[in-house]
């Protein structure tokens, strides 16, 4: 066992070392329980950043329940050799709170996932995120229920749910009943936010940690044209005009592009890409439909403010909800039917959209969480519907993805993927939402988002059945 561990933290830290000197910033979240003195860990994190971000929270502690962030002096202590203490006999101790480990026993010792190195959620967002899972024994018993929640609402600074306290400790949900601690590696370098594209022009931009080597980095780009790629091309970081930006640096240039343009920007150290974004001239549209939905909002703001609304909601904001995914599916391509805002049809679908070559989104929208009032199952029933119906017209060929959109964050429905997953179910989350606003800019092509949800939906299926496997 301490040689597997030992071969998964070598493969996650080797995957980043070409840039790990940019990771200025360590910090380790804790949740746990302290029994005997000891702070067994029911979820651990730790994060590596590049930034000059150190604060932490402060200590929490109710009865036997813990939750700290701690700044890791990387002059003292190696941040490998901490998640490695971490999962020791004898755990990693610190001044002031004593040993930490994730607990094991003879019975369900620890186990190292192999890293993942592209995690989906940093995918989401165009970013590389490594992370390294460790998973230890069962916790059921160190956070009894409902006793523990009714421990954290009686606090001096109360939570309702332990759930809740693991969210904002930055450990997000707690995923199932085995201990864990997982070491994430944030993106070292990125477009710069200024990068944008001004008639035939296209700004150039790159910032990155001041300690890593201007001669590793570079900026790709990919010119998108009437829906072609017309033009590819990299400038290099020695190529670029570079000044110092707080702990950074930012590197500058230009290039030519045809007007209309909408660029793909990628940014990439040491032969691996880091951070993916698209720009587009705003006085342009390549998308006839974005251009379109402009003359209803111009600014953008409404649907915006529809798909991102206050949680908990208030008067009608889940039928605006449900109208703007109708919009947005639109614009990105689809042919839309929506059904849910009529009170004929509320109950049979919210959403349904066809691409191109006829496959079908039977899609569910929600501002809660994924299982409230049945709504995964009712999905699925409707989903299975849609199936039968094809088939008994002979277009049995014709695929239908099942997906359900939310206004909560990932964090928030955490719970609740593992059995959408199981069910083919696509999850889009209010990071989604945001994210997929970007792809208004480029060419409608829906046949091609559906090939990416259905993609999306497979490679979380077979990740689930390894862990699943690996973890017993």
Same mark, same amino acid.
């Given at each position: 066992?301490?040689?597997?561990?030992?071969?998964?933290?070598?493969?996650?830290?080797?995957?980043?070392?070409?840039?790990?000197?940019?990771?200025?910033?360590?910090?380790?979240?804790?949740?746990?329980?302290?029994?005997?003195?000891?702070?067994?860990?029911? +979820?651990?994190?730790?994060?590596?950043?590049?930034?000059?971000?150190?604060?932490?929270?402060?200590?929490? *502690?109710?009865?036997?329940?813990?939750? #700290?962030?701690?700044?890791?002096?990387?002059?003292?202590?190696?941040?490998?050799?901490?998640?490695?203490?971490?999962?020791?006999?004898?755990?990693?101790?610190?001044?002031?709170?004593?040993?930490?480990?994730?607990?094991?026993?003879?019975?369900?010792?620890?186990?190292?996932?192999?890293?993942?190195?592209? #995690?989906?959620?940093?995918?989401?967002?165009?970013?590389?995120?490594?992370?390294?899972?460790?998973?230890? +024994?069962?916790?059921?018993?160190?956070?009894?229920?409902?006793?523990?929640?009714?421990?954290?609402?009686?606090?001096?600074?109360?939570?309702? +749910?332990?759930?809740?306290?693991?969210?904002?400790?930055?450990?997000?949900?707690?995923?199932?009943?085995?201990?864990?601690?997982?070491?994430?590696?944030? =993106?070292?370098?990125?477009?710069?936010?200024?990068?944008?594209?001004?008639?035939?022009?296209?700004?150039?931009?790159?910032?990155?940690?001041?300690?890593?080597?201007?001669?590793?980095?570079?900026?790709?780009?990919?010119?998108?044209?009437?829906?072609?790629?017309?033009?590819?091309?990299?400038?290099?970081?020695?190529?670029?005009?570079?000044?110092?930006?707080?702990?950074?640096?930012?590197? =500058?240039?230009?290039?030519?592009?045809?007007?209309?343009?909408?660029?793909?920007?990628?940014?990439?150290?040491?032969?691996?890409?880091?951070?993916?974004?698209?720009?587009?001239?705003?006085?342009?549209?390549?998308?006839?439909?974005?251009?379109?939905?402009?003359?209803?909002?111009? +600014?953008?703001?409404?649907?915006?403010?529809?798909?991102?609304?206050?949680?908990?909601?208030?008067?009608?904001?889940?039928?605006?909800?449900?109208?703007?995914?109708?919009?947005?599916?639109?614009?990105?391509?689809?042919?839309?039917?929506?059904?849910?805002? #009529?009170?004929? =049809?509320?109950?049979?679908?919210?959403?349904?959209?066809?691409? #191109?070559?006829?496959?079908?989104?039977?899609?569910?929208?929600?501002?809660?969480?994924?299982?409230?009032?049945?709504?995964?199952?009712?999905?699925?029933?409707? =989903?299975?519907?849609?199936?039968?119906?094809?088939?008994?017209?002979?277009?049995?060929?014709?695929?239908?993805?099942?997906?359900?959109?939310?206004?909560?964050?990932?964090?928030?429905?955490?719970?609740?993927?593992?059995?959408?997953?199981?069910?083919?179910?696509?999850?889009?989350?209010?990071?989604?939402?945001?994210?997929?606003?970007?792809?208004?800019?480029?060419?409608?092509?829906?046949?091609?988002?559906?090939?990416?949800?259905?993609?999306?939906?497979?490679? *979380?299926?077979?990740?689930?059945?390894?862990?699943?496997?690996?973890?017993?």
């Amino acid at each position: 066992m301490k040689a597997q561990l030992e071969h998964q933290l070598q493969a996650f830290f080797g995957a980043i070392s070409n840039w790990r000197i940019a990771y200025k910033v360590a910090r380790l979240h804790v949740l746990g329980v302290r029994i005997d003195g000891i702070l067994q860990a029911v +979820s651990a994190r730790i994060v590596l950043d590049v930034g000059d971000d150190t604060a932490c929270k402060a200590p929490f *502690r109710s009865g036997r329940i813990e939750a #700290h962030q701690i700044l890791l002096d990387q002059v003292l202590f190696d941040v490998k050799e901490v998640a490695a203490a971490l999962v020791s006999v004898n755990g990693f101790t610190l001044d002031g709170l004593g040993p930490v480990k994730l607990p094991s026993t003879d019975e369900v010792g620890i186990f190292a996932a192999p890293p993942t190195l592209l #995690h989906p959620e940093g995918l989401n967002a165009g970013n590389r995120l490594a992370v390294l899972s460790i998973v230890g +024994s069962h916790v059921d018993g160190l956070l009894p229920q409902p006793e523990s929640d009714w421990l954290l609402k009686a606090a001096d600074t109360p939570f309702d +749910s332990v759930r809740e306290l693991s969210v904002e400790f930055g450990l997000g949900n707690l995923l199932n009943d085995r201990a864990s601690l997982e070491v994430v590696a944030r =993106t070292a370098i990125g477009v710069l936010d200024e990068t944008a594209i001004n008639g035939t022009r296209a700004s150039a931009g790159l910032w990155m940690a001041n300690s890593l080597d201007l001669a590793h980095a570079k900026l790709g780009f990919r010119v998108v044209h009437r829906g072609d790629v017309v033009q590819r091309g990299t400038l290099s970081g020695p190529s670029l005009t570079w000044n110092e930006r707080g702990v950074g640096m930012i590197g =500058t240039g230009e290039f030519e592009v045809p007007a209309g343009s909408v660029v793909q920007y990628i940014a990439s150290y040491a032969g691996e890409a880091h951070n993916i974004q698209w720009r587009a001239d705003p006085t342009t549209f390549l998308n006839p439909r974005a251009a379109v939905l402009s003359l209803v909002d111009a +600014s953008s703001s409404l649907i915006k403010s529809y798909l991102t609304p206050d949680l908990p909601p208030r008067g009608k904001a889940a039928d605006d909800f449900e109208a703007a995914i109708g919009w947005l599916l639109w614009t990105l391509g689809f042919s839309v039917a929506s059904f849910g805002t #009529h009170p004929k =049809t509320r109950d049979s679908f919210d959403v349904v959209a066809t691409t #191109h070559r006829g496959d079908f989104l039977v899609v569910e929208c929600t501002l809660g969480l994924l299982r409230a009032d049945s709504k995964l199952s009712k999905l699925a029933a409707r =989903t299975s519907s849609v199936r039968d119906s094809l088939s008994a017209s002979n277009m049995k060929h014709l695929r239908v993805l099942p997906v359900i959109v939310t206004a909560m964050t990932i964090d928030q429905v955490a719970a609740d993927l593992g059995p959408a997953t199981e069910l083919g179910i696509l999850v889009i989350t209010r990071e989604n939402l945001e994210n997929i606003q970007n792809e208004l800019i480029r060419f409608p092509d829906a046949d091609s988002l559906f090939e990416r949800g259905l993609r999306a939906v497979q490679e *979380r299926q077979s990740a689930d059945i390894v862990r699943n496997a690996e973890t017993g």
